[in-house]
């Protein structure tokens, strides 16, 4: 019995016991069958009673009968319900486990897998549930009941009874060993198989440009190929434990029947007795058969098991406080006091001692060559991340104080490469957000330049947009990002050069609306060509996880220092074309 899952089942007790009580009485409806037919055929064969006399003992029988069916039924539909309420219940701690652990837990992992995890993992669970842990606790009670009725009518059987039913459990031991490697191996290649195709079918594009989709259909078939292999070895195994298992119970069955018949040929038994014995006998050994028989799910369910609970023994990075940000947000500084960062099993810092303050309602743009720490600051500011060391300062209160869901809600971010979900493109805008109105989705876009393009969608904003933006081009996405943000009306906003990769005229319509959310607002600009950032009200040079100078442009170009550097090789490039102003 896996006992993380035994606690979950605690939690619902109640229709645990219930769903074992309906099972024990289905096994007591089943003794008192075999009683009742044994007493009818005892007296209506060999003693001759008349059958009115019996119909009181046929009532009875049919009685037991729909007990039998009734607990049966009941039995099955409360497990079921439990198996379903726990895995939703596992579902959502999972959901938000992911969530709360963050992009940064979920770029080091597949996401194929994770999906794996999340809904074939938790389904795998609900034959462990529903059938295997009742039928572990049924495979106890009802034998035990069985004994407790035939040692006072034959100790002989008893005791066959007795000697016999351990076989039946050893045999589950032994070849359980087996079946659970075999298993986890199973679900290994699985998830692997899950991880990896979603990856081709994510970079379909790029593989058919460079002529290797044929090739990934083959390296899908041969993990296939290993997935087949793995589950026809568990399913050896299964139909192996199965028939040794269906084995051990006929023979012994057949043992009892062997000593029943040769002591009732020869009077050492009453007939009712022994008709009764011979009748429970499959019974008496069916609860451990079932057990077995359901034994390979069990196996699936510890498997995935042992992928879902260490994912939610998993600690976020970031623990949220209890604080509310302050009320005036446009009129607090934020500062950066002596901030380091490494991340896990990093071999060096992202971040060494950061001093930086961005200026309430003022743009600050981080520029620097990749790897600098750039996206490390935007991060910590985002609070995917806590500092190593140090703290963030808003308002003269630590960062770390306030409440994550708050806080997020008074940050806006747009990525460079702005994530849009298959849906409609008011969906994408809203983002979800409650009392939300078309006459403000509209304003949003139109604030963001995007109210052209909208305008030509066959349903405007209610035209589905496909999954991650398909139907949309690179410019047309940024601005739904840039309408997110004038939507949210966030007084903070972090910004990854959406401008990047545009054509020209697309990135000035981006420029503009970008210009028009940034007024007013503190910014964080993470900038990767320089020349988005000779208007920023402060620009901030970093490498190697440090600040190396902060200033406005003309300043910067002044010392000769860091930027002027940076500064003279992008105004060398053809990308660039500025004056020094």
């Known amino acids: ?73 009941l039995q099955k539909s409360l497990a079921g319900s439990l198996a379903a309420d726990i895995k939703a219940q596992l579902r959502r701690e999972l959901a938000g486990k992911i969530a709360a652990l963050g992009p940064l837990f979920t770029q080091k992992r597949r996401s194929g897998e994770l999906a794996s995890v999340l809904l074939q993992g938790v389904d795998r669970l609900e034959a462990y549930l529903a059938r295997y842990l009742p039928q572990l606790f049924l495979s106890v009670l009802i034998p035990f009941i069985i004994l407790i009725l035939v040692f006072p009518r034959d100790l002989l059987s008893g005791l066959v009874f007795l000697f016999t039913a351990p076989l039946i459990p050893l045999f589950m031991v032994l070849i359980g060993n087996v079946a659970q490697a075999l298993t986890e191996k199973q679900w290994r290649v699985l998830a692997w198989m899950n991880g990896f195709f979603l990856e081709v079918l994510q970079g379909l594009v790029t593989l058919k440009m460079f002529g290797r989709s044929r090739e990934q259909v083959h390296r899908i078939l041969a993990i296939s190929d290993d997935f087949r292999n793995a589950t026809l070895r568990v399913l050896r195994v299964a139909f192996l434990s199965a028939l040794v298992l269906e084995l051990v119970g006929t023979i012994s069955t057949a043992i009892v029947a062997v000593e029943i018949g040769l002591r009732l040929l020869s009077g050492h038994i009453a007939f009712q007795s022994a008709l009764f014995i011979l009748i429970l006998a499959p019974e008496f050994y069916l609860p451990m058969r079932i057990l077995g028989s359901h034994f390979h799910a ?49 071999n060096r810092p992202a971040l060494q001692d950061v001093q930086l303050v961005l200026p309430a309602g003022k743009t600050t743009a981080l520029v620097g060559p990749s790897g600098a720490g750039k996206t490390s600051l935007a991060n910590l500011l985002l609070r995917f991340v806590a500092p190593t060391s140090g703290q963030i300062l808003v308002g003269g209160e630590n960062l770390a104080e306030f409440d994550l869901k708050e806080w997020r809600k008074a940050v806006a971010w747009v990525p460079q490469r702005p994530f849009l979900f298959h849906g409609t493109l008011a969906d994408n805008v809203s983002m979800g957000m409650a009392d939300v109105s078309e006459a403000e989705i509209l304003d949003a876009l139109r604030q963001a330049n995007a109210e052209e393009f909208v305008a030509q969608l066959p349903q405007g904003i209610h035209t589905p947009i496909g999954e991650r933006a398909s139907r949309l081009s690179g410019g047309q996405a940024q601005r739904i990002a840039l309408a997110r943000a004038f939507l949210k009306d966030a007084p903070v906003v972090i910004l990854d050069e ?67 550097k940076l500064f003279a090789v992008y105004r060398g490039s053809d990308e660039f074309a500025l004056s020094a102003d």
């Open 298 to 346: 069990g196996m699936e369910g510890v498997a995935a098991a042992d992928q879902i609970f260490p994912l939610l023994a998993q600690q976020p990075a970031v623990r949220s406080g209890k604080k509310r940000p302050p009320e005036d947000l446009l009129r607090q500084l934020i500062r950066f006091e002596r901030v380091s960062l490494v991340y896990p099993q990093a």
């Open 1 to 73: 019995m896996d006992s993380r899952l035994w606690n979950r089942v605690l939690s619902h007790r109640g229709r645990f016991l219930l769903v074992v009580g309906f099972g024990l009485l289905s096994g007591v409806a089943t003794v008192g069958l075999a009683f009742v037919l044994s007493t009818l055929i005892d007296r209506l064969f060999l003693r001759g009673a008349a059958f009115d006399a019996l119909r009181p003992l046929v009532v009875v029988f049919f009685i037991f009968a729909l007990l039998r069916f009734g607990a049966l039924w």
């Open 498 to 564: 959406p401008t990047s990769n545009l054509d020209p005229v697309v990135e000035a319509q981006l420029a503009e609306a970008i210009r028009r959310l940034c007024k007013g607002r503190t910014v964080l600009l993470i900038a990767h060509r320089l020349k988005t950032v000779v208007h920023a009200d402060q620009i901030a040079v970093m490498s190697e996880g440090r600040i190396l100078e902060t200033g406005r442009h003309r300043e910067l170009i002044a010392r000769s220092g860091a930027y002027s």
